[in-house]
């Protein structure tokens, strides 16, 4: 009695879900097409190659910190009588021959 029993019920459930299945195919809306747009190549200009030599120019924001900090001392005592116009924070020095020997 068991058997039937459950037997009769899987068929059941299988025969609602056919139907449901069945009502789901039936009600689906169908697919149309609107007016679609052509789609065209995008015009661009373009520009023959040249050769040559150019600077890039970059722009950028932020701090600028140097990659090596140093501390300039003299190795012997003394007065400051003349400074050079090229010794300025960021400028360079080109190497001196040595006075002493």
């Known amino acids: 009695m068991k058997r039937k029993y459950s037997i009769l019920i899987s068929l059941a459930i299988l025969l609602i879900a056919g139907v449901v299945a069945w009502i789901i ?34 722009q950028a924001l932020g701090t600028v910190k140097p990659t090596k900090e140093i501390m ?20 360079t020095l080109r190497k001196v021959k040595s006075l002493c020997r």
């Open 25 to 58: 195919f039936l009600t689906e809306p169908t697919a149309e097409r609107e007016a679609a747009a052509k789609e065209t190549a995008m015009l661009v200009e373009t520009k023959a190659v040249e050769q040559g030599t150019y600077r890039p120019a970059f």
């Open 72 to 91: 300039l001392s003299p190795r012997v005592s003394g007065e400051i009588t003349e400074l050079s116009e090229n010794f300025v924070p960021g400028g």
